[in-house]
């Protein structure tokens, strides 16, 4: 089992930045990739970025590219997804999720049903 607690939400004005962690515990060896999703009110939630750290593959959803950047210390078992320049509909809900299946291909690391551990949520939330 993989436990993960996420941490760094809060309220920030728009341009703003803040930085999340998502820190695990466990059976961490098992795992090959790490998401971060959110979830606004009344929506479903959407793919923010993922790392596969074995292939050193990153990536992000286009409403975060060039924004955000996710990043991980191994020494730590912990993720890291810095938020820059943040905006208004940046508001959510966040998440961290761990994968422990190998395949590092974007249409399964883009979608919450292929994660197999997650964290309680942090609350980000954007002023304008």
């Known amino acids: 089992q993989v436990q993960l607690v996420e941490s760094g939400g809060g309220l920030v004005q728009a341009g703003g930045s803040l930085s999340l962690s998502c820190a695990a515990s466990g059976h961490t060896f098992s795992v090959y990739a790490t998401g971060w999703f959110r979830q606004a009110p009344g929506k479903e939630r959407e793919f923010v970025a993922a790392?596969?750290?074995?292939?050193?593959?990153?990536y992000y959803a286009d409403s975060v590219k060039g924004r955000f950047t996710i990043s991980r210390d191994n020494a730590k078992n912990t993720v890291y997804l810095q938020m820059n320049s943040l905006k208004p509909e940046d508001t959510a809900v966040y998440y961290c999720?761990?994968?422990?299946?190998?395949?590092?291909?974007?249409?399964?690391?883009?979608?919450?049903?292929?994660?197999?551990?997650w964290g309680q949520g942090t609350q980000v939330t954007v002023s304008s």
């Open positions: 999720a761990l994968r422990a299946s190998y395949s590092p291909d974007y249409n399964l690391l883009s979608r919450p049903p292929s994660y197999d551990y």
């Open positions: 790392g596969h750290w074995s292939t050193g593959r990153i």
